[in-house]
């Protein structure tokens, strides 16, 4: 089993920054891609970042440039480092990992999610 820990999520004015991190355990693999996706209130998750265990990375158009997510192999866990928010950026974030299929889609383990809330 793999268990995902998010931490990092809380309130900030528009334009300010947050660092989100999460932490895997358990039957973790070196070639599980981690990434973060997203879920805005009223709105599907989306993908956010992803990062594989080479340093390959992925941004979604939205946060190109913003947000940069970064991995610590050793330890199973990613950062997501997020500047210049916008009350857009207000959703739930999610960590996730699993084996490369297909793309960037989604993989099998889910974090239990932490809120980022950007308003002034």
């Known amino acids: 089993q793999v268990q995902l820990v998010e931490s990092g999520g809380g309130s900030v004015q528009p334009g300010g920054s947050l660092s989100l991190s999460c932490a895997g355990s358990?039957?973790?693999?070196?070639?599980?891609?981690m990434a973060w996706y997203r879920q805005p209130p009223g709105k599907k998750r989306e993908f956010v970042a992803g990062?594989?265990?080479?340093?390959?990375?992925n941004y979604a158009d939205s946060v190109k440039d913003r947000f940069t997510i970064s991995r610590d192999n050793a330890k199973f866990v990613i950062t997501l480092q997020m500047h210049n928010l916008t009350p857009a950026d207000t959703a739930v974030y999610y960590c996730?990992?699993?084996?490369?299929?297909?793309?960037?889609?989604?993989?099998?383990?889910w974090g239990q999610g932490t809120q980022v809330t950007v308003s002034s």
């Open positions: 358990g039957n973790m693999f070196d070639y599980y891609i």
């Open positions: 990062i594989l265990s080479g340093g390959i990375t």
């Open positions: 996730n990992t699993g084996p490369w299929r297909l793309g960037w889609g989604p993989s099998d383990y």
